[in-house]
């Protein structure tokens, strides 16, 4: 069922790029009359990678606080604390710019009935009067904002304006009723499924973009803030949601007041009476439970052992794990097969009968959620357009322990889906403008694409240990991270300049070409010399480092072709000892780099080697 949902998607995408015209759009999501408070703007604070003169993290986070400020203007609201649903929410003169942020959401959600209650607080970092611009699809009613401050809504857009005073914060509060409806493809919103025993699964998921669905909030993907939930349910419930967890009967409470974490991951409630907690490992000061029906499969599909052997070498790389003392796992009927939320992961009840081209799919998407703890939440993303860093760092990590400390054939099934299927990706991994498509369609192939281009396909140069201290230092602060962060990183702990590299393998515009090569090989005594040639249409040259595979009748050798970090030629050579003639040449045998032969000589125009669509998606 996933794979022919993938499918359809790649075929819209395909459809899509080949007609694409990129579109530029404004970088601020609150489109109104007014420059947006709650957006990135001059005055928001950036991080700088440590060590990297000069590269910009793009977090809009004021003293590790919640999101900078940006730029205020006056609107035309009415009403002290209601909602003017008629009002002009622009015009007016400039004021002072405010400095405001989001700093806590207190949400409220009552399972049975879906009545929400949103307390929003902002702290005010530089006195000002101006508007902060809010999203929420949902009407909101019953506000109550300080004395002095008006609300208006229209549509899905909200402005609270007043006069704000640096070091006094603000509260809003509302009431919605969440909409049970959720994106058939996604998943996203708010459902209701039967699970494995019939018991009804409740999912209030959010993602990217998408907290609007249930009340008030920023959606910029780069706000990390603190959050409290107090979920009231039926006695047999048992619900899941981010953070520290407590719970009576009838209601929890979760909190995330420690580490910071992002919307995308944060709104996010789930719901089984069903499931049954059971340990799975303690390690690296953290308690791993289960949470799943007794018909599921969840627990023998899992390496205990091998888990907790992974999250004490994760921590280990990346620091203490970000959210508690506890981490939980549900199996629960989802569309997808994982999603990260802060304290919590949910996978997909069938993992264990599911086969995507990993050897072993629980333990991949365990290893790969877990990641997310770190890369996604706790360090999060600069805009939607980063995206795919998250996900290429997710599959490393995993592939990386996979590698070096799991069965063999766990990493090589791994390169070979990210090969095979990373080929059909239709869109760049970082597109410098937003593609004409919802995220899930654009970044299909992304997933495979992007741990091969952005670390697997750099290891001849950099070895393992510089792309993990790269990550580590990527990964080490919880701020907003870019694409170009990454590479400052790279470059950071290889000392090489990667400026060419991710031009041509990461940024652009254009729909995606990977490079195609062709191989001939000479024979002079016991030295065979085999010759790389790209051959794209579009000429480019691509930096790679490409293993030939030379078979003779009874000896094997592998010759390891560079292009170089700045190419000039699209040719290259590289020379092996073998004593017979070479009987077959294999290309890339191990699956480490994008790239596929050229068609062989025929008397008409050989057509394209055929791309394999993109599988499964971990997320929505």
Known sequence: MREQIWRTRLTAARRERARYTPRVRSLCLFVTALTCIACSGSDGASARLPGVAGTDAHTDMDSGAGAGGADGATSSVAGNGGVAGDQDLGGGGALDEPGVAI?????????????????????????????????????????????????????????????FTAGNAVQLS??????????????VGFSRRPDRANREFSYLLGWLE?????????????????????????????????????????STHCELLDTLAPSYSS???????????????????????LYDT???????????????????????????????????????????LGMEHPANIVV???LTNLFVGYSNVPMHVLLHETVHQWAGNRTTLSSTLDYLWKEAIAEYLAYVFEDERRPFPEAMSARSLWHNTGLGAPYPIRPLTPPPLPLEDWAAGGYDTAPLALFVQLEPWLGRPAVLAAIQLFLRDPV?????????????????????YFAAWVFGDEPVEWPVVSATVQQTGSEATVTLTQSQSRGRIFPCVI??????????????????????????????????????????????????????????????????????????
């Open 480 to 500: 907003a991270r870019s694409m170009d962060d990454l590479r400052a990183a790279l470059e950071t702990t290889s000392r090489l300049e990667l400026a060419n």
């Open 294 to 336: 007794p018909a599921g499969s969840l627990y023998g599909g899992l390496d205990a052992a091998s888990f907790g052997d992974f999250l004490e070498w994760l921590t280990q790389l990346l620091g203490p794990y970000p959210y508690g003392d506890e981490l939980r796992v549900a199996s629960a009927p989802t569309t997808f």
């Open 103 to 163: 700093s806590r959401y207190d949400y409220r959600l009552d399972l049975a009935s879906r009545e929400a209650e949103s307390t929003l607080t902002f702290d005010v970092t530089r006195s000002g009067s101006g508007c902060v611009n809010l999203k929420s699809s949902l009407p909101v009613r019953d506000t109550l904002a300080p004395l002095g401050f008006e609300l208006a809504q229209r549509a899905d857009e909200l402005a609270l304006c007043g006069s």
């Open 267 to 289: 709104f996010a409630i789930a719901s089984d009476s069903g499931w049954a907690r059971t340990p799975l490992v303690t390690a690296a000061g953290v308690s791993v439970v």
């Open 547 to 620: 293993d030939v595979e030379l078979k003779t009748a009874n000896e094997t050798a592998v010759a390891h072709v560079d292009f170089g970090l700045s190419p000039s030629s699209t040719s290259a050579a590289a020379s092996v000892v073998l004593d017979e003639p070479v009987v077959s040449v294999s290309i890339d045998p191990e699956r480490r780099v994008l790239v596929f032969p050229a068609p062989a000589a025929a008397a008409a125009p050989a057509a394209p080697p055929t791309r394999l669509a993109p599988r499964v998606p971990f997320h929505p």
């Open 210 to 250: 998408q907290c609007p669905r249930f009340g008030p909030c920023d959606p910029a993907p780069q706000r990390l803030t603190h959050y409290t939930f107090d979920v009231s349910h039926a006695t047999a419930d048992v619900v899941l949601c981010p953070g520290v967890r407590t719970f009576t009967e009838g």
């Open 348 to 350: 997909r009840d069938d």
């Open 174 to 187: 509302t009431k919605q009723t969440v909409i049970e409806a959720a994106d058939p493809k996604t998943q």
